[in-house]
C-alpha cells in the first residue's frame, strides 16, 4: 500500500486536492434530527392555524361482543350522519374510530375485518363529506390504520401509544413506532401524519414514572411524529392548564388537545394549543355513543371561529 507521503509526489498535490473535492460533493450532510418539525402538519392539512377535528365513533363492527346485529350498511349510515352533521356544522377534519369495538384488542389480536370495515367506512366518510379524515383503531393498532388510510385517503392517524410502554385496560402495550414507520414506508403512505398523545388515556404510567411529560413528549417528535396529543386520564377529561403548557413548551411539534374539550373550555384550550379533537361533548346529552347533535356542533364551531378572529 502506498503512503500519503508517496501518492501526493506521484499524483501531485492538485490531483489529490481535486479527489477530495469530489469526495465532498459525493457526501451528502445527514441531519439524524427529527425530521417531523420541518413541517406544520396542521396548517397542512387543515388550511387553519387552529383545527377542530370530529370524532365519528364507529357502532360496534360484527364480530365485536357490543356488536347488536345491526348490518354493515346500518353502521356506515350511523357513521355517516355523524359526519355529515359535523360537516354542516363547519368542522375543519375528522376522525373514525372503531370505538364501539369494546373490549379492545390489542394491536397483535385484531382480525382482518377490523380493517376491511374501517376501510371500507373511512372511505364512504370521506367521498361524502370531503374533509381532510384521519384513523384511529383500537387499541393502539398503527399499522391496521396506515393501512386503512392508504387505502380510503385518509390523511393522518392517531396512536395512543407511540414511543415507550404503557400498562392499558387491555394489558401492556408497547410503543410501536419503528415497526410503523418501516411499515409505512413499505406501503408508500408517507403522506400520512402522525398525530400521537403524550401521557396516554385509559392506562397506568408506573413504567415510565422516573421520566417527566416533557421527556415523554421529547420521544415523540425523536421517534418521528407529526403532532402531539394532550389528554386527560380518560374519554371526556381535558389536560389541565400546567400539563397542556408543559407539553407545548417541549416540543416544536403542534400539540392538540384530544379530550374533554367543550364549548365552556374552548376558549382556555385554543388559546394554548393548536386544535383539538372533540366528541363527546357535540353529541346528544354529552354521551359519545349518541349521534352527533347538529345544534351543539355548530354552537361549539361559532365560539372556535370567533376565537380564532
Known amino acids: 500500500m502506498w503512503e500519503i507521503n508517496q501518492i501526493i509526489p506521484f499524483f501531485g498535490v492538485r490531483a489529490f486536492e481535486k479527489g477530495t473535492t469530489d469526495r465532498q460533493r459525493r457526501v451528502k450532510r445527514v441531519n439524524i434530527s427529527s425530521k417531523s418539525t420541518d413541517t406544520d402538519a396542521i396548517l397542512n392539512i387543515f388550511k387553519t392555524e387552529r383545527a377542530v377535528i370530529g370524532v365519528v365513533h364507529c357502532p360496534a363492527f360484527p364480530g365485536s361482543p357490543r356488536h347488536d346485529g345491526r ?46 370495515f374501517m376501510t371500507a367506512a373511512t372511505r364512504r366518510v370521506i367521498e361524502a363529506t370531503g374533509l381532510p379524515t384521519g384513523i384511529n383503531i383500537l387499541a393502539n393498532a398503527p399499522l391496521p390504520a396506515f393501512a386503512v388510510a392508504a387505502a380510503s385517503g385518509a390523511q393522518f392517524i392517531r396512536v395512543n401509544q407511540w414511543a415507550n410502554a404503557y400498562v392499558a385496560n387491555e394489558g401492556l402495550l408497547d410503543g410501536d413506532a419503528a415497526r410503523a414507520l418501516r411499515y409505512r414506508k413499505t406501503i408508500a403512505a408517507e403522506g400520512v401524519a402522525v398525530f400521537a398523545d403524550s401521557h396516554v388515556k385509559h392506562g397506568a404510567h408506573a413504567i415510565t414514572a422516573d421520566r417527566s411529560i416533557e421527556e415523554l413528549t421529547r420521544d415523540l417528535e425523536f421517534f418521528d411524529a407529526e403532532v402531539v396529543i394532550a389528554t386527560g386520564q380518560r374519554t371526556g377529561d381535558a389536560a389541565t392548564n400546567e400539563e397542556l403548557e408543559t407539553i407545548v413548551g417541549a416540543t416544536g411539534l403542534p400539540v392538540i388537545v384530544g379530550s374533554g374539550v367543550t364549548v365552556e373550555n374552548a376558549e382556555r384550550i385554543l388559546s394554548r394549543a393548536r386544535g383539538v379533537i372533540i366528541g363527546s361533548s357535540l353529541k346528544e346529552d354529552g354521551v359519545w355513543w349518541n349521534p352527533v347533535d347538529g345544534d351543539r356542533a355548530r354552537r361549539f364551531m361559532d365560539t372556535a371561529r370567533a376565537l380564532r378572529t
Open 71 to 116: 348490518s354493515f350498511d346500518q353502521i356506515l349510515d350511523a357513521a355517516l350522519f355523524d359526519a355529515e352533521t359535523y360537516a354542516a356544522a363547519g368542522i375543519d377534519g375528522l376522525i373514525v374510530e372503531n370505538h364501539g369495538d369494546i373490549p379492545f384488542l390489542r394491536p397483535d389480536d385484531l382480525g382482518p375485518e377490523t380493517t376491511a
